[in-house]
């Protein structure tokens, strides 16, 4: 059974820096895209940063890029989202989400990931 299991949510105020963790277990994820999505109150699941098996590959929200970086560390099955200069509209839970493979048409969308944690909350005050 595979599972993902993020942590490192929580209140923050505007400016300031969080890091979401992501560890995976139940299955080799050898080969595996790795991917963060948040889900706003009223607001559809959004996209907000992918990375290639390797790290070679990354991938970030326009509304994200600059501020975010997504990192991963194979030998832990671990992947990493840190935020900085946060913004009160980044208010969300936070998903990690796993797919076998690339696929550059749907690595922005939640149909392209199989696997799928239960979220962490972050709150950004103004």
């Known amino acids: 059974q595979v599972q993902l299991v993020e942590s490192g949510g929580g209140l923050v105020q505007a400016g300031g820096s969080l890091r979401l963790s992501c560890a995976a277990s139940?299955?080799?994820?050898?080969?595996?895209?790795m991917a963060w999505f948040r889900q706003a109150p009223g607001k559809e699941r959004e996209f907000v940063a992918a990375i290639s098996w390797s790290g070679g590959m990354t991938f970030y929200a326009d509304s994200v890029k600059g501020r975010f970086t997504i990192s991963r560390d194979n030998a832990k099955n671990v992947v990493y989202l840190q935020m900085n200069s946060l913004k009160p509209e980044d208010t969300a839970v936070y998903y990690c989400?796993?797919?076998?493979?690339?696929?550059?048409?749907?690595?922005?969308?939640?149909?392209?990931?199989?696997?799928w944690g239960q979220g962490t909350q972050v709150t950004v005050s103004s």
């Open positions: 989400a796993a797919a076998p493979r690339v696929n550059v048409v749907v690595v922005r969308t939640t149909r392209g990931y199989d696997y």
């Open positions: 139940g299955r080799t994820f050898s080969g595996y895209v």
